[in-house]
């Protein structure tokens, strides 16, 4: 063999065989520039609530494994749309896990089970005895996992209806389900979207209308300021408006829906005038990852401690 062929053979297996090594350390020290400041592992300001699935690569694939994590890096609360579908066992441990480390059991979400169709718009019996159904299923869910606020959706718009006759129906419907879930303390969060313009629910005005209409502490809004910011824009002044009805925030950036600091969303302005305004209830996490892996886990949560920064009152 010639004495450079047998070099550039013996340099490509020396390469090949620290690849992996070096690859792994670069990765290792990629998470470890990543800056949680100075109050890292500390509670933060505001009570921010992650979802199952958020932290799993730091903190395990199990659900439960990830609440331990997270408490370790200052997260106090969770929230868990799908609730409804885990098991009893999975929801009282879930409960029994946030019980022993003082954490707040956020939202879930009163589900149809048919993404938004069931439409209490429409007035139909069949939708309505749905929906009180899932209500009543709802109530020991809440005392297993000890939960106070879940989502609710009225669904579809029904076109062949005069807007009008929709809210009186969806009114009727919710004022039904708040008889349900008010003497167990339970509070629907109404919660206006932006994901397709056939839902029924769009604006924090029209959400506002209705909760005063329905009359009830078991009906109130939920904010999510991602849907809010792509429906209507002026984020604080639509806030200030429907203050006394909001119960429940939830947080995404736009465009992309992830983590602040990712899009257009001045969120440190944004939750400095909400802690001012008086509110120390939960922040939901409503949103993606905008990194993938370890990396974009800690990028995630360094972006928490940017934003949470603020100075109350200054």
Same mark, same amino acid.
């Given at each position: 063999m010639q004495r450079r062929n047998f070099l550039r053979n013996s340099l490509a297996a020396t390469a090949a065989a620290f690849a992996p090594a070096t690859l792994l350390a670069k990765e290792e020290n990629s998470a470890a520039n990543i800056n949680l400041g100075p109050d890292a592992g500390k509670p933060f300001q505001?009570?921010?609530?992650?979802? *199952?699935?958020?932290?799993?690569?730091?903190?395990?694939? @199990?659900?439960?494994?990830? $609440?331990?994590? #997270?408490?370790?890096?200052?997260?106090?609360s969770i929230e868990d749309n799908g609730m409804l579908g885990r098991s009893v066992e999975q929801q009282q441990k879930i409960g029994d896990t946030l019980a022993k480390l003082g954490m707040t059991m956020g939202v879930f979400v009163i589900d149809g089970g048919d993404n938004w169709k069931t439409s209490l718009?429409?007035?139909?019996?069949?939708?309505?005895?749905?929906?009180?159904?899932?209500?009543?299923?709802?109530?020991?869910?809440?005392k297993r996992c000890n939960a106070k606020w879940a989502t609710v959706v009225p669904g579809y718009f029904e076109r062949r209806l005069p807007i009008g006759v929709?809210?009186?129906?969806?009114?009727?419907?919710?004022?039904?389900?708040?008889?349900?879930?008010?003497?167990?303390?339970?509070?629907?969060?109404?919660?206006?979207?932006? *994901?397709?313009?056939?839902?029924f629910l769009r604006t924090s @005005?029209?959400?506002?209308? $209705?909760?005063? #209409?329905?009359?009830?502490?078991?009906?109130?809004?939920?904010?999510?300021?991602?849907?809010?910011?792509r429906n209507e824009g002026n984020?604080?002044?639509?806030?200030?408006?429907?203050?006394?009805?909001?119960?429940?925030?939830?947080?995404?950036?736009?465009?992309?829906?992830?983590?602040p600091?990712?899009?257009?969303?001045?969120?440190?302005?944004?939750?400095?005038?909400?802690?001012?305004?008086?509110?120390?209830?939960?922040?939901?996490?409503?949103?993606?990852?905008?990194?993938?892996?370890?990396?974009?886990?800690?990028a995630l949560i360094a972006a928490y401690r940017e934003v949470d920064s603020f100075k109350a009152g200054a």
């Open positions: 505001m009570d921010y609530a992650f979802h *199952d699935g958020m932290f799993k690569n730091n903190g395990g694939a @199990d659900f439960i494994d990830q $609440i331990k994590w #997270a408490h370790d890096q200052g997260f106090r718009a429409t007035g139909k019996k069949e939708f309505l005895d749905k929906f009180l159904d899932t209500c009543k299923k709802s109530i020991d869910v809440a929709q809210t009186g129906h969806v009114v009727d419907a919710l004022r039904r389900g708040a008889e349900i879930l008010e003497p167990h303390g339970l509070v629907m969060v109404l919660e206006p979207l932006s *994901d397709n313009p056939d839902l @005005d029209q959400t506002y209308a $209705i909760c005063r #209409a329905v009359n009830s502490p078991s009906c109130k809004i939920l904010f999510d300021m991602y849907h809010m910011q984020i604080i002044q639509y806030m200030n408006l429907v203050w006394s009805e909001i119960a429940y925030f939830q947080i995404g950036d736009n465009p992309g829906r992830k983590e600091t990712t899009g257009e969303m001045n969120y440190k302005n944004i939750f400095k005038h909400i802690y001012d305004k008086g509110y120390r209830g939960i922040m939901g996490m409503e949103h993606g990852n905008a990194r993938p892996g370890k990396d974009g886990e800690l």
